[in-house]
């Protein structure tokens, strides 16, 4: 068992900037994959970044050049940095676990981007 806890969520101008914590109560290094996900009212949840042990990131086509997923094994914590925020980011945002059997989720932090 893991519990995620997701910080730094808020309400932001489009443009402007945000990053996410996901603080893992034990090690991470277990889990071969860390990934941020989002949900926005009325639509389902969607990859966003996941990141792999061995460092390979993945992004969705919406996000790619604005978001940065990174992970700190040592603190276990992974973050997701956010830059040029726009109104259809908005959303909350889950950080998820995955190991070879197992998917754990945090409870989600909002991100609402408007002005």
């Known amino acids: 068992q893991v519990q995620l806890v997701e910080s730094g969520g808020g309400l932001v101008q489009p443009g402007g900037s945000l990053t996410l914590s996901c603080a893992a109560s034990?090690?991470?290094?277990?889990?071969?994959?860390m990934g941020w996900y989002r949900q926005a009212p009325g639509d389902q949840r969607e990859l966003v970044a996941t990141?792999?042990?061995?460092?390979?990131?993945v992004y969705a086509d919406t996000v790619k050049g604005r978001f940065t997923i990174s992970r700190d094994n040592a603190k276990n914590i992974v973050y997701l940095r956010m830059v040029s925020l726009k109104p259809e980011d908005t959303a909350v945002y889950y950080c998820?676990?995955?190991?070879?059997?197992?998917?754990?989720w945090g409870q989600g932090t909002q991100v609402t981007v408007a002005s």
């Open positions: 990141l792999t042990t061995d460092g390979i990131a």
């Open positions: 998820n676990a995955r190991g070879p059997w197992t998917s754990y």
């Open positions: 034990r090690s991470i290094f277990s889990f071969n994959v």
